[in-house]
């Protein structure tokens, strides 16, 4: 009974008291995975079982999923996706999840390993704010700088 007048009390205040056991799922999450504490219980739910399964950086592919808000294929694009699997915030979505896609990557150095291992749709060109276009940029690759053109 304390618990519910308490809790009556601190909605208003935008204040909710969690259990104990949702404070130790919390804990045992990699860092990345706080981001979602602001999730409604149905969102963490669905994503909960797919936590292991993330390669993106700060859980941008759960993010996906929960905002998407089912297990349903659905449609992805990614920017930068180098090798296909560091840090990607999409390979969980195709690989796992079935939705289709486009991932984009202008660095020559990934090209291979990109179309290696993922099978969704790889632009090899550079996203610019403007089509048909010839860019500069640096292509990074491990101890060494290259400059590209595109």
Not at 25 to 33: C, S, T
Not at 109 to 135: P, Q
């Amino acid at each position: 009974m304390l618990t519910r007048l308490a809790r009556k009390a601190l909605r208003p205040l935008g204040v909710e008291l969690v259990s104990r056991e949702e404070i130790n799922f919390y804990r045992g999450l990699p860092p990345a995975a706080l981001l979602y504490s602001q999730l409604q219980e149905g969102q963490r739910n669905l994503i909960a079982a797919f936590h292991s399964a993330s390669k993106s950086q700060l859980g941008q592919d759960l993010f996906a999923l929960a905002v998407a808000g089912s297990r349903e294929p659905h449609y992805f694009v990614e920017f930068g996706a180098t090798d296909g699997l560091s840090l990607s915030n999409t390979y969980l979505l195709e690989k796992e999840l079935h939705w289709q896609g486009l991932i984009a990557e202008p660095a020559k150095f990934w090209h291979e390993r990109l179309r290696a291992n993922r099978s969704c749709n790889i632009d090899t060109r550079c996203v610019w704010t403007s089509s048909g276009k010839s860019i500069k940029f640096l292509e990074a690759q491990p101890g060494k700088i290259v400059r590209a053109h595109v």
